[in-house]
């Protein structure tokens, strides 16, 4: 009854509207805001009195309202002597069964200096003979059986080992505290490569764990020549990253930029590789990849022994390997686990490939609208003869196809996984086929466009594959207004800012411009095994020779024998 | 020059094959052909032996001036007005031939291809790269042309052997054309398709190793008269002389000849595209020259202000010809004559002076 009478009333008097609604202030942050962000102090030392270090913890870690924060008080028993205690650690982040077996048993527990074997007996009286110990240094040695344990003075230091699934503790009267590394965190298995696939290489790929990473890399390479640093960047987020090079190849000077780089980024904080690529490449104005980005560990040794530098991030399965020529990213992983032969044959397909994506609707454009000689007379024929129902000029014609492609790529990432791939295909073809039936667009045209997509996915590096994707319009636009002259006048102007650019002081077009030594130097084609006997002059590395001018030994010695023989 | 961009020796050369293609895309072989008839190819190797005597008194003129081009040996020799006049001679040499050659392209392109677009739009089409180019300085230009190099010198060879086909041996003789004395004698004034050594004079100082510098100046010689010949000749044995004789580029003329089977016939566009590559190339390089050519002598910081208003003046006498014609008889009855006495006599002069004055500074100076 009551819910008529609403109605009604709703229906024909007026009611004001009561809308929830919620608007951010304009000002980024209140005053009481910016007050509360003053009063976290990350260089704070650590004090002697355990009750300081528990408020400023509680303090800094916003314990009240926090509910994954672990802050566990309890005392030690040292030579008779108690000592209030504090671990801290983070729920989650942690591993439980190694706090409880291998922290508080320990502490908690009795320790050989306050059993019962220290008692003494004389003339009857029973007695403690008590040693005078150094608390830090007792603790350290004998109550934390831990491979790591670190000694810190700074609550900075703490909440960063913390942040990363360590443990504190904190003892009364000691002004500094033990991190212990108690990680104990979920995260993803070594898994398969997957955008990075190959027949004959590894089957390992980078994961999220920076550790994890750090030791596939050392274990491939088996060296002690590879020097795996530790940074950080991010005022906030500091997440941790890890330049990996060997000490013995790589050139001291690029090992020295690439650190003053990464030491040189005020952000608050970075989530990917990515980020970091953005941040340390030479020249953001060019689309072009400056820095190669891969998932699979082998690539990445490869170019560490090759006297590159391999950037790794904590919370990224990419490395980032600097510094990256043009060639390296026409490179597939693939092409060294093949015989020269076969790796060759695939570069010269994905060097048409390249031109193909970035020139043919450029070119087919600035042919159509200027060059149509170029194009033999019975193709010419057939071309206008499928022209003749479409009342589009080319040039529309040809964007709303490229552009519905992209679509089709784009809407394809983005669909649920089982379907995606699906959609994508039957999108493209009913897309194609009914935009001819509706004299859309010309047959002719749906073959450039497929092709076009095709070839850019034979391109094995994402990012340069964008970039030819952008320029690709820019050259069709190119080919509208001038044809070839258009299309030659782009192309100057890309190569030259290109043979500009450099990646971390090498050049973009290495070993092509400026020209090197070919014949000691890694060319786009690669030579047989045998004959790789030089590392990239362009890298000036430590040392330029890779293997000896006869690495085939077993080779020369059985023509020895022979001849010996003879 | 006070720059630090250094090139090697590669990039080097690839700048001057760059210059003789595009002399030759431009029509000089025609014009040689015009004045010698079919003793043009013997005129060119006599011309090419008397380029490299030529080379090998320059090189040992510039050996005392380390580091220093044309302008620094003037300079030496006479002070500061020998110098902003040999900067004068030569930045109006650099700007006619920019001047002469986007016109004559963008001409000829508009004649083939683009009736119905405006010159002005051809020639901005053109000046516009060649101006970004020179904003990312000599490494960029030298860079790019070394890339594009190899494709403009095999378009050059495959001109010539598929066009080959169409070859008449025959057409090469007689081979004193209009006789001994017109051919070694009164047509030494075809000289001047050898002005590559004229850019010898001011990229020596941008070289990495300056040891390189005889090396390089006779390569680019030979380089020059062979690309020269070959260009002759294939024009002499597919067409008689008198035929081409108002055409506005030859080498175009031959691509019209090749054709692979009944599919391809018609292939000239391809040519075409790669011959603006290396004319852009060619004219980002003189751009870049002027440039430090004015840097030098009026003493700037950079070169960065003075491109555009360069490249507008390039442009606007681009502009100032009335057609080809005009730009065919401007070369012949002016440019021709000016670079040639400019780079063979006047620059030669000023350096055997300069050599002779740094000879007499050094004894002095080992006898104290």
Redesign the interface.
């Known amino acids: 009854m009551s819910n008529l009478k609403d109605k009604l009333k709703e229906l024909f008097l007026y009611v004001p509207t009561e809308k929830y609604d919620f608007i951010l202030s304009e000002n980024n942050a209140t005053p009481n805001d910016k007050d509360l962000s003053t009063t976290f102090l990350p260089d704070a030392e650590i004090f002697s009195s355990l009750a300081k270090n528990y408020d400023y913890l509680k303090v800094q870690y916003n314990s009240l309202i926090n509910s994954d924060i672990i802050l566990r008080p309890f005392v030690i028993n040292i030579c008779g002597k108690t000592y209030n205690a504090l671990l801290i650690g983070i729920d989650g982040m942690i591993s439980s069964p190694l706090v409880n077996n291998f922290l508080l048993r320990p502490l908690m527990g009795t320790n050989s200096c306050n059993n019962n074997k220290n008692l003494r007996t004389k003339n009857g009286i029973e007695f403690k003979k008590i040693k005078k110990v150094n608390v830090a240094d007792y603790i350290f040695d004998k109550l934390l059986p831990q491979n790591t344990v670190k000694k810190v003075s700074k609550f900075s230091e703490v909440s960063n080992s913390v942040n990363s699934g360590d443990c504190a503790l904190f003892v009364d009267t000691l002004n500094i505290a033990f991190v212990v590394d108690v990680k104990g965190f979920e995260s993803r298995g070594i898994d398969s490569p997957k955008n990075e696939i190959v027949v004959r290489g590894s089957q390992e790929a980078f994961v999220e764990k920076l550790r994890t990473n750090t030791s596939i890399l050392r274990r491939l390479i088996n060296s002690p020549e590879l020097i795996i640093e530790n940074s950080s960047i991010g005022n906030i987020s500091e997440t941790k990253i890890a330049i990996c090079y060997m000490k013995n190849i790589a050139n001291s000077s690029l090992i020295a930029e690439v650190k003053y780089r990464l030491n040189n980024i005020d952000v608050d904080y970075i989530i990917s590789s990515g980020n970091v690529e953005q941040l340390i490449q030479d020249n953001s104005k060019v689309a072009f990849p400056q820095m190669i980005s891969t998932e699979r560990p082998d690539k990445a040794v490869n170019h560490l022994l090759e006297g590159r530098i391999a950037i790794l991030v904590n919370g990224s399965p990419y490395c980032l390997i600097v510094p990256g020529v043009f060639i390296d990213f026409l490179s597939s992983p693939e092409d060294l686990n093949l015989k020269h032969q076969y790796s060759n044959l695939l570069k010269i397909i994905r060097f048409i490939a390249t031109f193909i994506t970035l020139f043919l609707p450029g070119v087919y454009v600035a042919i159509m609208y200027y060059h149509t000689e170029l194009v033999p007379t019975p193709l010419l024929f057939t071309i206008a003869a499928s022209r003749n129902s479409v009342p589009f000029p080319i040039i529309f014609e040809i964007l709303l196809m490229e552009i519905s492609f992209e679509l089709i790529r784009e809407a394809g990432l983005r669909i649920p996984t089982p379907i995606g791939p699906t959609i994508g295909i039957i999108g493209a073809l009913v897309l194609g086929d009914a935009a001819v039936s509706a004299n859309l667009v010309s047959p002719v045209l749906i073959v450039i466009v497929a092709l076009t997509g095709l070839c850019s996915f034979a391109i094995p590096d994402f990012s340069l594959n964008f970039t030819f994707r952008i320029y690709k319009f820019l050259y069709i636009f190119l080919g509208y207004i001038a044809g070839l002259l258009g299309i030659a006048a782009g192309l100057f102007v890309q190569v030259t800012i290109l043979c500009n650019l450099r990646s971390f002081g090498a050049s973009y077009f290495a070993p092509y411009a400026p020209m090197t030594n070919l014949k000691t130097s890694v060319s786009y084609f690669i030579h047989p095994i045998w004959k790789r006997e030089h590392r990239s002059d362009f890298l000036n590395t430590k040392r330029p020779i890779e293997q000896p001018h006869i690495s085939m030994k077993w080779h020369m010695e059985k023509n020895d024998n022979k001849n010996q023989k003879g | 020059m006070n720059s630090i961009e250094k ?2 020796k ?2 080097v050369i690839a700048l001057f094959i760059t210059i003789i293609s595009n002399n030759i895309i431009i029509n000089i072989s025609t014009i040689i052909v015009n004045n010698s008839s079919t003793g043009a190819w013997l005129n060119i190797i006599y011309l090419t032996l008397i380029c490299l005597v030529f080379i090998f008194f320059i090189c040992k003129f510039f050996k005392p001036f380390i580091n220093s081009d044309i302008l620094d040996v003037s300079e030496f020799l006479g002070g500061k007005i020998l110098k902003t006049i040999m900067s004068i001679l030569y930045v109006a040499l650099f700007i006619i031939s920019s001047a002469t050659c986007i016109r004559y392209f963008s001409n000829s ?1 508009k004649l083939i ?2 009736n119905y ?1 405006p010159l002005v ?2 020639i901005l ?2 000046i ?2 060649v101006v ?2 020179n904003r ?2 000599l ?6 042309n ?3 190099l190899p494709v403009a010198v095999f378009s050059i060879i495959t001109l010539f052997f598929t066009a080959s086909q169409d070859f008449v041996w025959e057409r090469l003789f007689p081979a004193l054309g209009y006789g001994a004395k017109e051919t070694f004698l009164l047509q030494i004034t075809n000289i001047f398709a050898f002005d590559v050594i004229g850019y010898l004079y001011f990229l020596k100082p941008f070289l990495k190793k300056e040891t390189d510098f005889k090396k390089i100046s006779i390569i680019a010689v030979i380089l020059c008269g062979l690309y020269l010949l070959l260009s002759i000749i294939s024009l002499l044995m597919s067409f008689s002389f008198i035929m081409q004789t108002d055409e506005t580029l030859s080498l175009y003329l031959l691509t019209r000849l090749i054709s692979f089977g ?9 040519f ?2 790669i011959w ?2 290396t004319i ?2 060619y004219l ?1 390089l003189n751009l870049f020259i002027i440039t430090q050519i004015i840097k030098k002598t009026i003493n700037l910081k950079s070169t960065a202000q003075i491109i555009y208003p360069i490249a507008v003046f390039i442009f606007s006498i681009g502009l100032l010809f009335k057609n080809i014609m005009s730009i065919k008889l401007f070369i012949s009855n002016f440019y021709n004559i000016y670079s040639a006495i400019l780079i063979f006599i006047i620059s030669f002069i000023i350096l055997l002076l300069a050599y002779i004055k740094k000879k007499k500074k050094q004894g002095v100076k080992n006898e104290i």
């Open positions: 090139i090697g590669f990039e392109l291809y683009f677009t739009f051809l089409l053109m516009i790269p970004i180019a990312y300085g490494k960029g230009i030298s860079g790019a070394l890339i594009f009944n599919f391809l016939q018609r292939v000239d566009a391809i075409i595209f603006i590559l852009l190339s980002s």
